[in-house]
């Protein structure tokens, strides 16, 4: 068979056996941060022209960068803004051209390895199935916002590819033309992966990781070190220096989550969770939530942290010292590890994801793919008992890998039983039980949404959100009794934060404002607030943003001066500068501008007014126009 048949009848067996395995999600819903990072796509559909969707993309807050390439991906997407099935559609056909990426990274790989020809098509082709068909891929490949990773992975794979591509011609002795491809293939893939998403930034480490196991025994010119002081070492030391000089703020976020830096310095549990689903998938413990994962509060608390952790430092020791003699296998650990860099360090992220391990998992992939291919080879003079029991093993565990997807991706394209399964798997999740109870109301099943509710305050009775979601639910269903204003009133006063609870703070504020709530008036929603808003318990931020939504009610009620008292130490908290609390910054800022007008104080609005005007972005602006020009008119018209 030609090299360009079996590359064609590779890469479409790949698309058909990845399109089977990924078409039964492609009829689910939005989920979870869809809403959040892609809600603007709304406004799109009024406004589609270039330069909105060129606003959108750039407006992103996602993170520092912004992540502009995704959001414009999404933004030319914005006529399908209620139906989930188009952007699906994209995220699959993204990720078989990771994997076809994948495919002909193994085959440039196994050239430079000099392996024989059968084993190299079967290696290259069960190292992208394999990755192509884990089921930790699902919840990227299927949850529309994951786009961003993938995105990523594409370039970062791309720029591998063209990497390799270069590093042939320079084994070769081609060496100019091989710095210039090489010099692209860097630039181009850091500069459109990092716009992507920031995991992107690890392609200079991925290189590194490349050239010191796999590529060990290359031949490399002298000059090769000095190229790869300037395009492999220079980037990833300016990202170091730029997490030093930018660590305050890089760790704001702090005051979103319900635990702290120091919690971080023990990610080494979360990892090996990773690592050991990759190796034997646990369907069980597949879901988009893992809030219910224990953090480690010290070294021997819990006591396997501290194990889990000389666990890494053997293994990263053994890889070490057998890279040249093992160097799959360094290879494997290093990139896996290498992959985790920044989602696993000290970065206020939510502690546990399964699309972290996207391209992180490639490497163990390839280790497995190697030691099928080798097998045969290891066991030929083992009696026939012995191989026949290890090839159904393995045949059978790789076989898991599909089958395991496929289940997964028919949950994902039913949403009321993926919700239900979710918090069945997680009953200590909280996010779990709230997604599955949300899905019970959007299909008019209050009692059903109640029963999550009351396991959320069973499994956490010192949480806020548990009674606000009850309380949210009473204000929608008339058939569901409201608990008592006095008794939530107490328990805010006490209550701790946990992931998901700013959002039903404003759900239920905005139901109340909209007198959507008959259950709830102002003066009882402010007094639920009021408690809040001196809760020292709650995350900075969620103080803030109770303070804030105190505020807001406040307003309503034409209560001036507290309301500018309320939103004043929301702001000046800090907790809404917080990455990702750009919004709550500026309500509270408008809320102080409203106030000050209010109160007659004019010299105080000009001044609020020009603070908020130097803090909005392309995206913010018309939500404030009103109440902008309006100020503008009132202004000018004092002395």
């Known amino acids: 068979m030609s090299i360009r048949l079996y590359f064609l009848g590779t890469l479409v067996s790949l698309s058909l056996l990845g399109t089977l395995l990924y078409q039964p999600g492609l009829s689910g819903v939005f989920l979870f941060d869809d809403f959040v990072n892609l809600e603007g796509l709304a406004q799109l559909q009024q406004q589609n022209t270039l330069s909105a969707k060129i606003d959108f993309a750039l407006a992103g807050g996602a993170s520092q960068v912004g992540r502009p390439l995704s959001l414009f991906s999404f933004a030319l997407q914005a006529e399908h803004w209620s139906a989930p099935y188009p952007f699906k559609l994209v995220n699959l056909l993204l990720h078989l051209c990771n994997a076809a990426l994948v495919f002909i990274l193994i085959w440039q790989l196994s050239s430079l390895l000099k392996l024989p020809d059968t084993s190299r098509r079967f290696f290259a082709f069960l190292t992208a199935l394999l990755w192509l068909a884990h089921p930790l891929q699902v919840s990227t490949a299927l949850y529309v916002v994951q786009r961003m990773t993938e995105l990523a992975a594409f370039f970062t794979l791309a720029g591998l590819v063209l990497y390799l591509h270069a590093r042939l011609q320079l084994a070769q002795q081609n060496i100019q033309i091989a710095f210039v491809w090489m010099s692209v293939a860097i630039g181009l893939g850091l500069i459109l992966g ?54 305050e703020s890089l760790t704001q976020g702090y005051a979103l989550r319900d635990f702290t830096l120091r919690t971080l310095a023990y990610p080494t549990r979360v990892l090996l969770d990773y690592f050991s689903q990759i190796w034997l998938p646990r369907p069980s413990e597949l879901s988009l939530f893992h809030d219910d994962f224990s953090v480690s509060h010290g070294w021997l608390a819990p006591p396997q942290t501290l194990l889990v952790l000389l666990f890494w430092i053997v293994l990263l020791a053994v890889a070490a010292y057998w890279r040249k003699t093992a160097p799959i296998l360094a290879f494997a650990l290093f990139w896996f590890l290498g992959g985790h860099w920044l989602e696993a360090s000290f970065f206020p992220l939510m502690l546990h994801f399964e699309h972290r391990n ?136 006490q209550s701790r934060s946990q992931a998901g609870t700013d959002s039903v703070l404003n759900d239920l504020a905005q139901a109340v404002l909209r007198q959507e709530c008959p259950v709830l008036g102002l003066a009882e929603a402010s007094k639920l607030f009021a408690a809040l808003a001196q809760n020292t318990h709650l995350t900075r931020h969620d ?40 919004r709550n910054n500026l309500q509270a800022r408008a809320l102080r501008l409203h106030c000050w007008l209010a109160l007659k104080d004019y010299p105080q609005a000009k001044q609020e007014l020009a603070s908020l005007q130097a803090h909005l972005d392309a995206r913010s602006q018309p939500l404030y126009a009103n109440l902008i020009q309006a100020a503008q008119t009132e202004l000018s018209q004092q002395p």
């Not at 105190?550 to 034409?558: D, F, M």
Request: net charge neutral; aromatic share 14%; hydrophobic share 55%.
């Open 543 to 582: 103080q803030a943003f109770a303070q804030l939504l105190y505020a807001r009610l406040l307003v309503a009620q034409e209560n001036y001066p507290q309301a500018l008292q309320a939103s004043t130490q929301a702001l000046e908290s800090g907790a809404l500068l917080s990455n990702g609390a750009a």
């Open 358 to 493: 996207y391209l992180p998992l490639f490497g163990i992939m390839l280790l497995i793919a190697w030691v099928v291919v080798h097998l045969p080879g290891w066991l030929a003079h083992s009696s026939q008992l012995l191989r026949y029991s290890l090839y159904s093993f393995v045949a059978l565990w790789l076989l898991s890998y599909p089958l395991f997807t496929y289940l997964e991706t028919q949950l994902w394209g039913q949403a009321i039983q993926q919700a239900v399964q979710w918090a069945e798997r997680k009953p200590a999740s909280v996010m779990a039980q709230a997604h599955a109870a949300q899905v019970m109301r959007d299909y008019q099943n209050p009692q059903a949404a109640l029963f999550y509710y009351q396991r959320m305050a069973q499994q956490h009775p010192e949480k806020t959100a548990p009674a606000a979601y009850q309380m949210l639910l009473s204000c929608a269903f008339s058939e569901i009794a409201p608990p008592s204003v006095d008794t939530v009133a107490t328990h805010f006063q």
């Open 194 to 247: 990092v716009l992507s998403k920031e995991n992107a930034i690890l392609l200079p480490l991925y290189v590194l990781v490349l050239e010191f196991t796999l590529l060990q025994a290359v031949p490399r010119p002298k000059n090769w070190q000095l190229w790869a002081g300037i395009f492999l070492y220079l980037p990833l030391l300016l990202l170091v220096a730029w997490c030093v000089l930018r660590f």
